[in-house]
């Protein structure tokens, strides 16, 4: 079963726009990472982000991590074109099985 | 960053017959894993490939229905066997170190 909940399902914004999307997820976790996938292609890895640590950055992307409230953001700034595609994220939980878990995704559309 | 290929990219199967989709990974891992991504949804684990033993099914998923081998730690397969319209899907092979996990383009399958 998905872990993961991620917020808003959809999004479309003006091309130059801040794009935030959110991740909710249920139990302890290891770690959590962001993917991009364009148009049913395989999927990017864009960054992880450690249980001990609350911020990174990467270029025009920054990811937070609140794990009191099991959440999770990733912020990308001046939005492109090139950036329309769907955005997951994934935890690795502390226990058990170091199997990655699925949010459902967000379609960001970045408009011209 | 490990590199992972996949072959074949896309495949169109008549129902009941079996496809086996091969994946190499650049360097060696430690995990491999199968997902499967339902048209317009987001990534379901099917199985963790273990070097040399039986795969480990999630829930959902049988051995009968999804073989997998592992033979060494850079080379894993998936079959889907017996497929009807429901198979048709991506599968996407991933591997993980002890960090960051990464996945392959995926192969495209249309089950007629």
């Known amino acids: 079963s998905q872990q993961g909940e991620e917020d808003p399902q959809a999004l479309s914004i003006q091309e130059g726009e801040n794009a935030t999307m959110n991740c909710s997820y249920k139990?302890?976790?290891?770690?959590l990472q962001w993917y991009r996938q364009n148009s049913g292609r395989g999927l990017v890895h864009l960054i992880l982000i450690r249980s001990n640590e609350r911020e990174k950055h990467s270029g025009r992307l920054r990811v937070t991590l609140d794990t009191s409230k099991k959440s999770s953001s990733l912020l990308i700034t001046a939005s492109r074109a090139a950036d329309t595609a769907s955005y997951f994220c994934?935890?690795?939980?502390?226990?058990?099985?170091?199997?990655?878990?699925f949010g459902q995704g967000t379609r960001l559309t970045i408009n011209p | 960053s490990a590199v992972i290929s996949q072959k074949p990219s896309r495949d169109i199967c008549q129902r009941g017959t079996s496809l086996t989709i091969q994946c190499q990974v650049d360097s060696q891992v430690t995990m491999m894993f199968w997902y499967r991504q339902q048209p317009g949804q987001s990534l379901t684990l099917i199985a963790t490939?273990?070097?040399?033993?039986?795969?480990?099914?999630e829930s959902g998923f049988v051995i009968d229905k999804f073989p997998i081998s592992r033979p060494n730690l850079t080379f894993s397969t998936l079959t889907v066997s017996n497929m009807s319209p429901e198979d048709s899907s991506i599968y996407l092979c991933s591997a993980s170190g002890l960090d960051e996990q990464f996945f392959g383009p995926g192969t495209r399958l249309t089950v007629l």
């Open positions: 139990t302890s976790i290891n770690n």
């Open positions: 994934a935890t690795r939980r502390i226990q058990g099985a170091q199997k990655l878990v």
């Open positions: 490939a273990n070097q040399g033993s039986e795969a480990t099914y």
